[in-house]
């Protein structure tokens, strides 16, 4: 009974910290774990493709984001793009 009530904790911490940080911890194998943020995981789970190219096109959306609307539209414009 000990190792349950320990393995509670553990998966509410893991819950509350993916909470506060949005970063999950993954199984992959046995005592093997990745870390990536949470919105990186539904679309993975969503549309099954490799998590290198959901990275890869996010980071290009931020970079344009971050170039086209800082320099038209402002701070306003950018933080309510990360916030969507």
């Known amino acids: ?23 999950i911890r993954i ?3 046995r005592k093997m774990y990745i870390t990536m943020p ?17 990275i890869k096109r996010n980071l290009k959306q931020m970079k344009k984001a971050t170039t086209k609307n800082i320099k038209k539209k402002g701070r306003k414009a950018f933080e309510k793009y990360l916030n969507r």
């Open 1 to 23: 009974m000990a190792g349950y009530y320990g393995n509670i904790k553990r998966k509410l911490l893991r819950d509350t910290m993916s909470e506060v940080t949005g970063i």
């Open 27 to 29: 199984r992959k194998f």
């Open 38 to 54: 949470e919105y990186l995981y539904i679309t993975k789970k969503k549309k099954n493709e490799p998590a290198r190219d959901i």
